[in-house]
């Protein structure tokens, strides 16, 4: 049975910084790509990060380019999402996502594709 967590949400004041973690079980991480996403209330899910099996690829959405960094530790099992300079139009709930395809990130993130297995979400809230 295949599981995915998110951890590391939480409330930050606007311009700081948190870091999201994702661990899997029942898989081979280092056979899936990964991403995450975001959605906030009443918006649509937003793909705001998407990183190739090993690594080496990666993507980010616009509004998040310059300020997030995605990263994962295949040693350990684990995907980040290292958040800085945060805004209050960050605050969504967060989705981790993994899937074995192998296709390139963007087309995840972008929604052309979709990742087989995701987590329960972590809340990020941003206050002003």
């Known amino acids: 049975q295949v599981q995915v967590v998110e951890s590391g949400g939480g409330l930050v004041q606007a311009g700081g910084s948190l870091r999201l973690s994702c661990t899997t079980s029942g898989l081979t991480f280092d056979d899936y790509d990964m991403g995450w996403f975001r959605q906030a209330p009443g918006k649509e899910r937003e793909g705001v990060s998407c990183?190739?099996?090993?690594?080496?690829?990666?993507y980010y959405a616009d509004s998040v380019k310059g300020r997030f960094t995605v990263s994962r530790d295949n040693a350990k099992n684990m995907l980040y999402l290292q958040m800085n300079s945060l805004k209050p139009e960050d605050t969504a709930m967060y989705y981790c996502?993994?899937?074995?395809?192998?296709?390139?990130?963007?087309?995840?993130?972008?929604?052309?594709?979709?990742?087989?297995?995701w987590g329960q979400g972590t809340q990020v809230t941003v206050s002003s």
């Open positions: 996502a993994a899937d074995r395809n192998l296709r390139p990130p963007y087309t995840y993130c972008s929604g052309q594709y979709e990742y087989n297995y």
């Open positions: 990183i190739s099996w090993s690594g080496g690829s990666t």
